[in-house]
């Protein structure tokens, strides 16, 4: 049984450092097509490479985090545009030094080690709550800080799948 993988799909938000480049994009799509009737073969083929750019861009930020644990490794894709998934991490969770809410104080006493981070989450003001730091290492033996947005069930598998002193995330919240 505890060899079953626990998976969770979580759909993500752009940040909001794209939303210029959507409107930009847009922009230029909109002054591309008005200048077809006086550029016209140029002005066509440009509006088309505007147009093609610009779904590119919307279907890069259209994506959803999978989180899969399965015997203690922690995998983490991410998908675009339900069409292509890409191995974003994995992630040795049995050897976890602490997994904790982000605003815990076990969490805020390692948050100045330098370590790289890793974001995994919705990037949702209302999903903020369920947030959780996990300092763990991954594939290169190096130790990461990990922030994932899991379900009650994938909690439950880190906890069976973590050291008891490193699980500190509560149980009434």
């Known amino acids: 049984m505890d060899n079953l993988p626990v998976e969770y799909l979580i759909k993500a938000k ?3 450092s794209a939303l210029p480049f959507k409107i930009i994009m847009i922009l230029a799509c909109i002054l591309a097509a008005i200048t077809v009737p ?8 440009l509006t088309i490479l505007l147009i093609v750019f610009t779904v590119f861009l919307f279907r890069h930020y259209n994506f ?6 399965m015997e203690g490794e922690l995998t983490i ?5 339900q069409s292509t998934r ?3 991490g994995v992630y040795d969770i049995s050897k976890a030094t ?4 982000p ?8 948050s100045y080690q330098k370590l790289r981070n890793a974001d995994y989450t919705s990037n949702m003001e209302e999903n903020k709550d369920q947030a959780v730091v996990i300092y763990t290492y991954d594939e290169s033996n190096e130790l990461v800080r990990i922030f994932i947005e899991p379900n009650e069930a994938m909690l439950d598998a880190i906890k ?7 699980y500190k995330v509560e149980e009434n919240a």
């Open 14 to 16: 752009a940040p909001k």
């Open 98 to 101: 602490l997994i904790a809410k």
């Open 160 to 166: 069976k799948s973590v050291p008891k002193t490193a």
């Open 64 to 69: 959803e985090y999978e989180y899969s644990l």
């Open 103 to 110: 605003d815990s104080q076990d969490a805020l006493r390692l």
């Open 86 to 88: 890409k191995r974003c």
């Open 77 to 81: 894709d991410r998908i675009t545009s």
């Open 38 to 45: 006086t550029m016209m073969m140029f002005g066509f083929m």
